[in-house]
T-cell receptor, first 112, second 113 residues
Framework: GNSVTQMEGPVTLSEEAFLTINCTYT??????LFWYVQYPGEGLQLLLK?????DKGSNKGFEATYRKETTSFHLEKGSVQVSDSAVYFC???????????FGRGTSLIVHP | DTEVTQTPKHLVMGMTNKKSLKCEQH?????MYWYKQKAKKPPELMFV???????INESVPSRFSPECPNSSLLNLHLHALQPEDSALYLC????????????FGEGSRLTVL
């Protein structure tokens, strides 16, 4: 079956530091990949997505590239802000069901 | 601002109460979802409605009863809940059931005493 593996958090950074949150996946076919973000006290929001190999999704300074050869979709940001503190979920969706499979989530804490 | 609206934001109920959670979207989406989320965990799928018909029920106990009165509304009726049902209940919608791109509401925080 499909699965998503994310690095365990929390990830703690100082403001303006570089961020990487690792995500790898297992799928039977050619999934679409997503990063969702959940700010404290809120629901999940789609942050970015990629639908095929080598696609790069980007939004709000965050980027992730769909790497089929390494089955990865790592999230990066060059300079984090305190307001980026949240839980980040990697997810995949594949034909047939299309219901997203979520990773465990990675908490990011950014200090001033 | 989220385009999926959930009410109430907070709900406290006893184990013998009957209450309902409500969800509304006006994006013309034809699939709607209920998820349950415990602290520090990913959301767990409970139900999916596609074109107002229940298409997925993830073996949820019968004390949770979903209802989709029309394409914009989704309810979750609660009865005889247990304290372990305390969680954040998230509603989501999508253009159809053929995409993993979901739009979530802010959730209803449920506490069962």
């Amino acid at each position: 079956g499909n699965s998503v593996t994310q690095m365990e958090g929390p990830v703690t950074l100082s403001e303006e530091a570089f961020l990487t949150i690792n995500c790898t996946y297992t799928a039977t076919g050619y999934p679409s990949l997503f990063w969702y973000v959940q700010y404290p006290g809120e629901g999940l929001q789609l942050l970015l997505k990629a639908t095929k190999a080598d696609d790069k999704g980007s939004n709000k300074g965050f980027e992730a590239t769909y790497r089929k050869e390494t089955t990865s979709f790592h999230l990066e940001k060059g300079s984090v802000q305190v307001s980026d503190s949240a839980v980040y979920f990697c997810a995949l969706s594949e034909g047939g069901s299309y219901i997203p499979t979520f990773g465990r989530g990675t908490s990011l804490i950014v200090h001033p | 601002d989220t385009e999926v609206t959930q009410t109430p934001k907070h709900l406290v109920m006893g184990m013998t109460n009957k209450k309902s959670l409500k969800c509304e979207q006006h994006m013309g989406h034809r699939a709607m979802y209920w998820y349950k989320q415990k602290a520090k965990k990913p959301p767990e799928l409970m139900f999916v409605y596609s074109y107002e018909k229940l298409s997925i029920n993830e073996s949820v106990p019968s004390r949770f009863s979903p209802e989709c009165p029309n394409s914009s509304l989704l309810n979750l009726h609660l009865h005889a809940l247990q304290p372990e049902d305390s969680a954040l209940y998230l509603c989501a919608s999508s253009r159809g059931q053929d995409t993993g791109e979901l739009f979530f509401g802010e959730g209803s925080r449920l506490t069962v005493l």
